[in-house]
């Protein structure tokens, strides 16, 4: 997809480093920041300078590379594994890839193990994009179908940013959008600002300026008047992992919306790659909820007069806050997810009928 028309991904390797775009300053300014050892890329994921699952799962595979390039040692390797499966734990992806990358490198030759390892690295994120332009392929064929209905623009809410900026390119929940403006569909997206990072306002919107797509920015809590005055026509959301029932967990408010789009009929859609499928854990009580510092609900970044970004506080100094990340969508509010095989029903049915 396109930064000021020139073509990026979000992550890439060039002369032994990692290349990432540092998303925590977007969208004020567009910084391409190297990732040069395992510290690096563990802690590029933890203050999320890369963030959405299937990114987080490729700057691990990535992680992984620097951990054999810094020290070629197996005793290493194992500690970087850990610490990256570690570094956030909701979004399925990381420890996908980093289980991924170890069974690769079991048994392997030191004289290989790097050429190795970089190759699946790419592998995995070559993949991924692969994957998320056929989400895009299926998903756009549902819009496509609406706007024909509708004879008029089709105006979808998103949640979080699940676009191009959170895997490698295309995005997941954005795929749909981009295939339909690129075939003319007129469409118009509402972004959920989604505190309290803002990923929907400084990412989503960004990207979507980026690409020519009208959008508009709406408080987290806006969505539920605007389909009970039919400014809505679909919801499509991305995930961090869905269970193999269907159950779907994803950035906190996500069920907020599914809730809403039930009551007003309104279809709710989650896309994703088989990558974010989480087949062991069945009950979403048991999917680990990531629980964030409380001071990015008590402070906003933001750019002053100067063009610099400041960081403030606007809670009362005294109070606490809980900074819960994510929250489980059941299937059951859930009209279909979009993946890379087609679309399904939120159900174990409909899951392994496409991946069996």
Same mark, same amino acid.
């Given at each position: 997809?396109?930064?000021?028309?020139?073509?990026?991904?979000?992550?890439?390797?060039?002369?032994?480093?990692?290349?990432?775009?540092? $998303?925590?300053?977007?969208?004020?300014?567009?910084?391409?920041?190297?990732?040069?050892?395992?510290?690096?890329?563990?802690?590029?994921?933890?203050?999320?300078?890369?963030?959405?699952?299937?990114?987080?799962?490729?700057?691990?595979?990535?992680?992984?590379?620097?951990?054999?390039?810094?020290?070629?040692?197996? %005793?290493?390797?194992?500690?970087?594994?850990?610490?990256?499966?570690?570094?956030?734990?909701?979004?399925?992806?990381?420890?996908?890839?980093?289980?991924?990358?170890?069974?690769?490198?079991?048994?392997?030759?030191? %004289?290989?193990?790097?050429?190795?390892?970089?190759?699946?690295?790419?592998?995995?994120?070559?993949?991924?994009?692969?994957?998320?332009?056929?989400?895009?392929?299926?998903?756009?064929?549902?819009?496509?179908?609406? %706007?024909?209905?509708?004879?008029?623009?089709?105006?979808?809410?998103?949640?979080?940013?699940?676009?191009?900026?959170?895997?490698?390119?295309?995005?997941?929940?954005?795929?749909?959008?981009?295939?339909?403006? $690129?075939?003319?569909?007129?469409?118009?997206?509402?972004?959920?600002?989604?505190?309290?990072?803002?990923?929907?306002?400084?990412?989503?919107?960004?990207?979507?300026?980026?690409?020519?797509?009208?959008?508009?920015?709406?408080?987290?809590?806006?969505?539920?008047?605007?389909?009970?005055?039919?400014?809505?026509?679909?919801?499509?959301?991305?995930?961090?992992?869905?269970? %193999?029932?269907?159950?779907?967990?994803?950035?906190?408010?996500?069920?907020?919306?599914?809730?809403?789009?039930?009551?007003?009929?309104?279809?709710?859609?989650?896309?994703?790659?088989?990558?974010?499928?989480?087949?062991?854990?069945?009950?979403?009580?048991?999917?680990?909820?990531?629980?964030?510092?409380?001071?990015?609900?008590?402070?906003?970044?933001?750019?002053?007069?100067?063009?610099?970004?400041?960081?403030?506080?606007?809670?009362? $100094?005294?109070?606490?806050?809980?900074?819960?990340?994510?929250?489980?969508?059941?299937?059951?509010?859930?009209?279909?997810?979009?993946?890379?095989?087609?679309?399904?029903?939120?159900?174990?049915?409909?899951?392994?009928?496409?991946?069996?």
């Amino acid at each position: 997809m396109k930064i000021e028309g020139k073509n990026y991904r979000t992550i890439w390797f060039e002369n032994n480093e990692v290349k990432i775009i540092d $998303q925590t300053k977007l969208p004020h300014k567009f910084i391409i920041k190297s990732l040069k050892n395992i510290k690096d890329a563990i802690k590029a994921i933890k203050t999320m300078e890369v963030r959405g699952a299937p990114l987080i799962g490729a700057t691990a595979a990535y992680g992984l590379v620097l951990s054999i390039i810094e020290k070629n040692d197996l %005793s290493l390797l194992k500690k970087s594994s850990e610490d990256l499966i570690s570094s956030r734990p909701t979004a399925i992806n990381l420890k996908w890839a980093v289980d991924r990358m170890m069974k690769k490198l079991s048994g392997v030759n030191n %004289s290989d193990i790097l050429k190795i390892a970089l190759d699946e690295a790419k592998a995995i994120t070559e993949e991924d994009v692969e994957f998320c332009k056929n989400i895009g392929m299926n998903g756009v064929k549902i819009i496509e179908e609406i %706007s024909k209905k509708k004879k008029d623009v089709v105006n979808i809410l998103t949640h979080c940013n699940a676009g191009w900026l959170a895997t490698i390119d295309w995005g997941t929940a954005t795929s749909p959008i981009y295939h339909a403006h $690129q075939k003319g569909i007129k469409v118009h997206i509402w972004v959920d600002e989604t505190r309290p990072r803002n990923q929907g306002a400084n990412l989503t919107s960004y990207e979507l300026n980026e690409e020519k797509i009208p959008n508009t920015i709406i408080t987290d809590n806006t969505g539920g008047i605007l389909m009970q005055r039919g400014k809505i026509d679909m919801c499509i959301v991305g995930t961090d992992r869905t269970l %193999s029932n269907g159950d779907v967990c994803n950035k906190i408010g996500t069920y907020l919306k599914a809730l809403s789009a039930k009551d007003n009929n309104i279809p709710f859609y989650v896309a994703l790659p088989s990558s974010t499928i989480d087949w062991n854990i069945k009950d979403h009580k048991k999917i680990p909820i990531e629980e964030r510092n409380p001071e990015e609900l008590s402070h906003v970044e933001g750019v002053d007069e100067n063009n610099n970004i400041k960081r403030v506080r606007i809670y009362p $100094q005294k109070s606490k806050s809980l900074n819960l990340a994510f929250d489980v969508t059941p299937a059951k509010l859930v009209t279909g997810l979009i993946t890379e095989k087609g679309v399904c029903e939120a159900s174990e049915q409909g899951l392994k009928g496409l991946f069996k």
